[in-house]
C-alpha cells in the first residue's frame, strides 16, 4: 500500500485489518480509466465519459462508460471459462471452451456504437427513476470475435425459436448466487446478424475486466443493456426471454405517449420493448465554454448514430435553430459503427453563441431539438445537444 500510495501511511500499525484507506477507494479502483470520467456509483460501477472525451474515431478502452447492474465476477479461471448454447429452441445444446471458439470459427472485427438505453435520463422532468446519465453513455469501440450466427448453425435452432437470452457471471448486487443481476437477449432475427458477435477482445486487447473479461456478446445499434458481459450461456428460446430486466418497465418505453409522471401499469398492452435506439449525435470539439477570437472561424466536430439505420445528413445551427448549415458526413466504418462529422461555423460578431447539432437518419427522421417524449424508465433522450461558445 506504501508503495501505491508514493508515501508512508502515518499510525499505518494503528490501521484496523482489511481497512482500505479512503484514498484507495472509487477512482482508484478505476485501474486503466481516464482520470476524468464521471462516477455516478461505485457498488455497482456506473461510470460515465464527458462528451469532450468521445473525441476520437475509435473510442480508446480508457474512455468507455461503464454500466454494471451487479458486481464484477471475483476469481476468472479463463481456463475453464466455457459458453454453453442451450434454450428449448436448441436443436444440440453444447459448450465451448473459449480455445474451442477461437479455433473453431471465423474471426471478425466490427465497429459497433453501444450506447446505454438510459443514456441521457437526467434530461427528463420530472425525474425518471435510475441512474441520471448526462450524454456520455456512449462508445463504439472495434471487437473482435466470432459471429453468433456461425455458433448457432453448428448447434442448429429449431422452427420455433423467438429470442435468445444471455446469462453473465456477475454477482447480483444483494450476492444472492440464485439472484441474476441482469439477463436480456434480442430476437433471434437480430441475433443472427453479421455484425452479432461473441467478443473476446476490444480494440486489438482482451477485454478489460469492467467490460466483460474474458467473453461478452455484442451487439450494435440496440441499447447496450442487451450485449451481456462476462458471458457463460445463451438460450435459445421459444419465446420472448424472460430473464431480470426483460420485466417491468426495465428497458421498454410506452407504445402511445404519456403525460410527464404519469403512473402506468406494467402491462404488455401499455409498454414495449426497446429495440433500435433513436438518431443521435454530439459534439465532441469543442468542449461547451470554448472561447475564440473575433474573426476566427471554429472547427466542429463529433460523431453521429442512428441504432439500425444509417445517418444520412449532418447541420449545425448558431441561431437557436433558426438556421441550419450542413456538416461534412463520413461514411460508416462498417454497419452499425457510429458516423464521424465536422463542419467550420464563421459567426459573424462577437458574443454569446449556442451551437446546436443534429442529425438525421435514411429514414428522414430527425432529432428533436427539446426533451422527446417522457417516459417512466428515462429511456431514449435523443434531443439534440447544445455547446455555448464566446466570440471575441
Ligand atoms: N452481465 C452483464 N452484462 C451487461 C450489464 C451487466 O450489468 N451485466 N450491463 C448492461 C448495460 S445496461 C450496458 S449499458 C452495457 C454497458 O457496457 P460497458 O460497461 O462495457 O460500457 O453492458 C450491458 N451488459
Ligand atoms: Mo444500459
Not at 458477435?197 to 467473453?215: D, K
Request: aromatic letters at 8%.
Amino acid at each position: 500500500m506504501t508503495a501505491a500510495l508514493g508515501t508512508e501511511i502515518a499510525f499505518a500499525d494503528k490501521l484496523p485489518k482489511g481497512y482500505v484507506p479512503l484514498v484507495f477507494d472509487e477512482k482508484d479502483a478505476l485501474k486503466g480509466k481516464h482520470k476524468d470520467l464521471t462516477v455516478l456509483s461505485d457498488r455497482p460501477w456506473n461510470v460515465e465519459t464527458p462528451i469532450h472525451l468521445l473525441d476520437d474515431k475509435v473510442t480508446p478502452i480508457d474512455k468507455m462508460f461503464i454500466r454494471n447492474n451487479g458486481l464484477v465476477p471475483e476469481s476468472i479461471d479463463v481456463s475453464k471459462w466455457t459458453l454453453t448454447i442451450d434454450g428449448e429452441s436448441v436443436k444440440k445444446a453444447r459448450s465451448y471452451t473459449l480455445d474451442e471458439l477461437k479455433k473453431k470459427f471465423k474471426h471478425h472485427t466490427y465497429q459497433l456504437t453501444l450506447e446505454c438505453g438510459g443514456n441521457g435520463r437526467s434530461g427528463f422532468t420530472p425525474t425518471a427513476s435510475g441512474n441520471q446519465w448526462g450524454d456520455g453513455a456512449v462508445h463504439c469501440a472495434q471487437w473482435t470475435g466470432v459471429r453468433l450466427k456461425d455458433i448457432l448453425a453448428e448447434v442448429g435452432v429449431k422452427e420455433d425459436a423467438v429470442y435468445i437470452g444471455y446469462y453473465g457471471k456477475d454477482l447480483h448486487p444483494s450476492r444472492d448466487p440464485g439472484k441474476s443481476p441482469i439477463s436480456r437477449g434480442v430476437p433471434i432475427k437480430k441475433a443472427l446478424e453479421d455484425e452479432t458477435l461473441i467478443a473476446w477482445a476490444v480494440n486489438g486487447q482482451p477485454l478489460p475486466e469492467f467490460h466483460g473479461y474474458p467473453l461478452r456478446l455484442v451487439i450494435g445499434g440496440w441499447p447496450a443493456s442487451v450485449s451481456g458481459k462476462w458471458l457463460h450461456r445463451i438460450s435459445i428460446r421459444n419465446k420472448v426471454h424472460d430473464g431480470a430486466k426483460m420485466e417491468g418497465h426495465s428497458y421498454k418505453v410506452p407504445r402511445f405517449p404519456v403525460q410527464p409522471g404519469e403512473k402506468l401499469a406494467e402491462t404488455d398492452e401499455n409498454f414495449r420493448i426497446i429495440e433500435s435506439m433513436p438518431v443521435k449525435s454530439m459534439i465532441t470539439f469543442p468542449k461547451s465554454g470554448a472561447m475564440i477570437p473575433e474573426g476566427q472561424k471554429l472547427p466542429l466536430r463529433g460523431h453521429a448514430w442512428a441504432g439500425d439505420q444509417q445517418v444520412k445528413s449532418m447541420q449545425v445551427s448558431i441561431d437557436y435553430g433558426a438556421t441550419w448549415q450542413p456538416c461534412k458526413l463520413e461514411a460508416p466504418a462498417n454497419r452499425l459503427a457510429w458516423q464521424h462529422w465536422s463542419a467550420d461555423v464563421q459567426f459573424p460578431s462577437k458574443g454569446y453563441y449556442e451551437v446546436w447539432a443534429r442529425a438525421t437518419d435514411d429514414k428522414g427522421v430527425t432529432q428533436p431539438m427539446v426533451i422527446p417524449a417522457w417516459n417512466p424508465g428515462g429511456y431514449l433522450n435523443n434531443a439534440c445537444q447544445r455547446i455555448a461558445v464566446k466570440v471575441g
